[in-house]
C-alpha cells in the first residue's frame, strides 16, 4: 500500500472520468472485489493453511474503506499500473497442495508477525493510507523510525510464509510479478517524495528502505 505519500497530480486538466474521487473509489471496489473472490478460494480450499491468506490480505480491505479521501492523487497511468500490480496480484494467490509440513510453523510465524507489522504500519497512518499514489501526509511514528516502508516489509514476511505452504509455480510467478512492482512502485515514490524537503530530512533519519541493514 502506498504509506509515504506526496502530491503527485502532474496531469493538468484531466478529463472527468480522471476525477480523483471517482479513482479513489474505483480503487476500492477493486480491491474489494478482489478480496471477495480470494475469500471464496480460502472457504472451498483443502490446504488447512488457506485461512493465512485472510489473515495476511483482509488489513488491505479494511483500511481501503476507511481510509481518508483525497483530492491530490496520482493520475500517471504507470503510477497506477504498478500500485495495482502491487496491491492486486497477491489477492490472486489459489491455496492449492500445501507445502511440506516441517514448514508450517515457520510459515504460521512469519505470516503472523508479517500481518501484525504492516497492521502497525497501518495504524501509524490511520486514515492516511491508499494504494495509488495521493497526498495524504508523511508519517515518521511508529515503525516508520525503523525503516520507511514498513508496511511493504510486512507484507514481504507474510508473503513468503504464505508461498512455504502454498507452493506451486503459479503463486510464485505472482508474487515474482507482485514484488517486481512492488519495489519498482516503491522506488517511484521516493523519487517522488524525494522533492519534499520533510521527505528528505526523513530518509536522513530513517536510513533503510525495506529491511534493515541490506536495502
Known amino acids: 500500500m502506498t504509506e509515504v505519500t506526496a502530491n503527485a497530480g502532474h496531469l493538468a486538466g484531466p478529463p ?8 479513489d473509489r474505483a480503487e476500492q471496489v477493486m480491491i474489494l472485489g478482489l478480496w471477495a473472490l480470494m475469500l471464496e478460494r480460502v472457504i472451498n480450499a483443502d490446504n488447512a493453511f488457506a485461512p493465512l491468506l485472510i489473515m495476511s490480505e483482509t488489513a488491505i480491505a479494511f483500511f481501503v474503506l ?8 496520482s493520475l500517471r497511468l504507470g503510477d497506477w ?9 497477491p489477492l490472486l494467490i489459489f491455496p492449492g497442495a500445501a ?3 516441517i514448514l508450517g510453523a515457520l510459515a504460521i510465524v512469519l505470516v503472523f508477525v508479517g500481518t501484525c507489522f504492516q497492521l ?5 497512518l490511520r486514515r492516511s493510507f491508499g494504494v495509488a499514489p495521493a497526498n495524504r501526509g508523511i508519517k ?3 515503525p516508520y523510525r525503523f525503516m520507511r516502508h514498513p508496511m511493504y516489509a510486512g507484507y514481504l514476511a507474510s508473503h513468503i510464509g504464505l508461498i512455504m505452504v502454498m507452493p506451486s509455480f503459479l503463486n510464485a510467478a505472482i508474487y515474482a510479478i507482485a514484488w517486481w512492482a512492488q519495489i519498482l512502485r516503491l522506488l517511484a515514490e521516493e523519487r517522488l517524495l524525494s522533492e519534499d524537503p520533510a521527505y528528505r530530512a526523513f530518509m536522513q533519519t530513517t536510513r533503510y528502505r525495506l529491511i534493515p541493514g541490506l536495502f
Open 99 to 101: 507445502g511440506p509440513a
Open 120 to 124: 502497525w504500519a497501518k495504524l501509524a
Open 16 to 23: 472527468g472520468w480522471l476525477r480523483p474521487a471517482l479513482l
Open 66 to 73: 476507511v481510509r481518508r479521501p483525497t483530492t491530490q492523487i
Open 81 to 89: 499500473l504498478l500500485a495495482i500490480t502491487a496491491t492486486a496480484a
Open 140 to 142: 515518521a511514528t511508529g
